[in-house]
Nanobody, 121 residues
Framework: QVQLVESGGGLAQAGDSLRLSCAAS????????MGWFRQAPGKEREFVAA????????NYAGSVKGRFTISGDNAKNMVYLQMDSLKPEDTAVYYC??????????????WGQGTQVTVSS
C-alpha cells in the first residue's frame, strides 16, 4: 500500500518561510514524478510545483515561481517544498502527490493527507 506522509506545515506571517516534506513508501517507484498541490477554502485544488525525476525537470505555478523551491531525494522517494516570502494567499492545505511519468506529463496516482499552511498578514 502506497503511503505519502507530509510534514512541515503550520502558522507563519507574511514574509516568513516554511519547508514542507513528503515521504513516499510502499512500493518501488520508477519513472515517476513528485509534486505539490494546494487547496484553499472554497477553491479548487491547484498545482504548485513538481519534480519529474525521469527527465530531471522542475515546474512551478506562476504564482509561486521565484518564491518556492522544490527539491528531493530520488533514492529515498522524498520531496521538499521550500516556501519563502510567504503571502496570505498561500494559505491552503498542501498535498503531496506521486505518479508515473509519460515524458513531460505525469499521473497523480497517490496523494498524501495534506498539511495546513496558514499565513497571516
Amino acid at each position: 500500500q502506497v503511503q505519502l506522509v507530509e510534514s512541515g506545515g503550520g502558522l507563519a506571517q507574511a514574509g516568513d518561510s516554511l519547508r514542507l516534506s513528503c515521504a513516499a513508501s510502499g512500493r518501488t517507484f520508477n519513472n515517476y514524478a513528485m509534486g505539490w498541490f494546494r487547496q484553499a477554502p472554497g477553491k479548487e485544488r491547484e498545482f504548485v510545483a513538481a519534480i519529474n525525476w525521469s527527465i530531471n525537470v522542475t515546474n512551478y505555478a506562476g504564482s509561486v515561481k521565484g518564491r518556492f523551491t522544490i527539491s528531493g531525494d530520488n533514492a529515498k522517494n522524498m520531496v521538499y517544498l521550500q516556501m519563502d516570502s510567504l503571502k496570505p494567499e498561500d494559505t491552503a492545505v498542501y498535498y503531496c502527490t506521486i505518479g508515473t511519468t509519460y515524458g513531460s506529463a505525469w499521473s497523480h496516482e497517490y496523494w498524501g493527507q495534506g498539511t495546513q499552511v496558514t499565513v497571516s498578514s
